[in-house]
């Protein structure tokens, strides 16, 4: 599975903790930067090429990481076919994927540490979606609320 990893100040060292853990479970894993620990770079910057990045299929999952995780999520659901949330706990990491079809997985660096991050990282990614009628009823009416805008 090719995955891609992005990361403001607030999560760079998160990222490339979870970089390494996840290559070294066999992940393919892109970095969509920060490349450098930057003090008041942008999360958008690096979320959103990431975000674009899931929403062309270019990657199969996104992490992407920020101080609290709350704004890497805003930016990356901005993006068309982008099902971003901000989890913090296991039920949600596989649930999310399985009802919602989430594809991108978003963590505060300040807030979720090292050990519960790759837990829920390895759970989001082993997740697989349940594609039961109604789940994929309510995803068309999210598709059809992007199209809308």
């Known amino acids: 599975m090719r995955i891609g ?60 990481i920020c101080g609290s995780g709350v704004g890497a999520c805003i930016a990356a659901n901005k993006v068309p076919n982008v099902r971003a949330g901000l989890i913090g706990d296991s039920y949600s990491a596989h649930q999310g994927v399985e009802d919602d079809n989430m594809n991108m997985l978003c963590l505060g660096g300040r807030v979720t540490g090292y050990a519960l991050s790759l837990e829920l990282a390895q759970i989001f990614l082993s997740a697989n979606f349940n594609e039961t009628e109604r789940f994929k009823r309510r995803l068309e009416k999210i598709t059809q609320l992007e199209k809308k805008y």
Do not use: C, M, W
């Open 5 to 64: 990893i992005a990361a403001d100040h607030g999560g760079f060292d998160l990222k490339l903790q979870l970089s390494e853990a996840l290559k070294a479970k066999g992940y393919e894993v892109k970095d969509f930067g920060a490349y450098t620990l930057v003090e008041g770079d942008d999360y958008p910057d690096f979320v959103i090429p990431l975000a674009e990045a899931v929403s062309k299929g270019e990657v199969n999952r996104g992490i992407a």
